[in-house]
């Protein structure tokens, strides 16, 4: 059983627009990235794993779950963060936690209020007061209290300080540890690139790319700078492994692939004053696909109807 299997699950509002049939498992125990673009159907490949979209074709299973006639299932056992946090405002964190808890029968507060002391919040204060960083602490709190094995959330850090962001990643790289899953839904490339094992790559509405993160990397150049205390002998420009190459006085930079043993040969007999060789992020790996929707060709002012299967 998985975490996350889906065969050809779509949810279309019109023709084109939204998720279109998606094939992809998640095994237990993994942290999953979901990267894409804006409107690029993040928030609707969510909402439909979740049954509160109704799918268009296809299906999904949850933890063994049908994702839309056992949805009641599903809900018990997925911790969920929205990118739309709606919060009560006369209610205070810790009223919310207690009538999680009465609607989840047979668990407690106690881990949710060890979340929220790690993450800096008050829990009694009405919700509100509280600023967008804190209320995203409370959405985050909710999410992980039932320690959940599926957490499914959207964009967790949004608004959070950096302190309270890398607590958030330990809450989850301790979910991981617990053989736990977690599916993260992120603009942000660094987060994810943190705790991510693998990542997948959704645009208009299509997953173009999953891979593990190491071996995306990996398969990346890395970046070289180079400073010379004197000028060089050797032309670095023409290594077989070299790209992007612009040398000006005695400083160098270019994209290097590869193992670096025949970088460093080259440059053994050198002076040099500086030197650095900088593994490429997610966001290098990615940039040139979001580059695509950038010039304008994603659909997403295309979209005109609201959804009539909407229900939740
Ligand atoms: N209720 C709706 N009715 C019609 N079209 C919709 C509806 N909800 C989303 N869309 C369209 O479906 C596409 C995917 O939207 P979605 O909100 O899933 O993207 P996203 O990746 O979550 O974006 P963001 O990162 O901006 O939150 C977009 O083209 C959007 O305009």
Avoid at 28 to 35: D, M, N, R, S, T
Avoid at 128 to 149: D, E, P
Avoid at 217 to 235: H, M
Avoid at 244 to 268: I, Q
């Amino acid at each position: 059983m998985h975490a996350i299997e889906t065969d050809r699950l779509s949810k279309l509002y019109a023709p084109g627009v939204g998720l279109l049939p998606l094939n992809l498992t998640v095994p237990v125990g993994e942290i999953f990235g979901f990267i894409g673009p804006n409107g690029a159907g993040k928030t609707t490949a969510i909402r439909t794993l979740l049954g509160f979209l109704r799918a268009s074709g296809g299906s999904g299973r949850i933890l063994g779950h049908d994702v839309w006639a056992q949805r009641v299932a599903v809900h018990r056992q997925v911790g969920y963060l929205s990118g739309e946090l709606h919060l009560p405002r006369g209610h205070s964190a810790r009223e919310l936690m207690n009538r999680s808890v009465r609607l989840r029968r047979g668990t407690d507060t106690h881990y949710g209020v060890e979340v929220a002391r790690r993450l800096g919040l008050n829990l009694d204060a009405r919700l509100g007061t509280l600023s967008k960083g804190n209320r995203q602490k409370v959405g985050l709190t909710l999410a992980l209290m039932h320690r959940c094995n599926l957490l499914i959330l959207d964009e967790p850090t949004d608004g959070l300080d950096p302190l309270a962001q890398e607590t958030a990643l330990d809450l989850l790289r301790e979910a991981r540890a617990e053989n736990r899953t977690v599916f993260l839904s992120s603009h942000v490339l660094s987060e994810v690139e943190a705790v991510a094992g693998r990542v997948g790559l959704i645009r208009r509405g299509e997953l173009i790319r999953v891979e593990g993160v190491q071996d995306l990397k990996a398969s990346l150049p890395q970046q070289l700078r180079v400073r010379f205390a004197t000028p060089p002998r050797t032309n670095l420009a023409a290594l077989g492994g070299m790209s992007a190459a612009v040398a000006r006085d005695l400083d160098f930079s270019g994209a290097w692939r590869g193992p670096p043993d025949d970088l460093l040969r080259a440059l053994a007999g050198e002076s040099i004053s500086s030197f650095s060789l900088t593994p490429s992020s997610l966001e290098d790996a990615f940039l040139g696909e979001y580059r695509v929707d950038e010039v304008g060709l994603s659909p997403s002012g295309a979209a005109q109807s609201r959804d009539p299967d909407h229900v939740g």
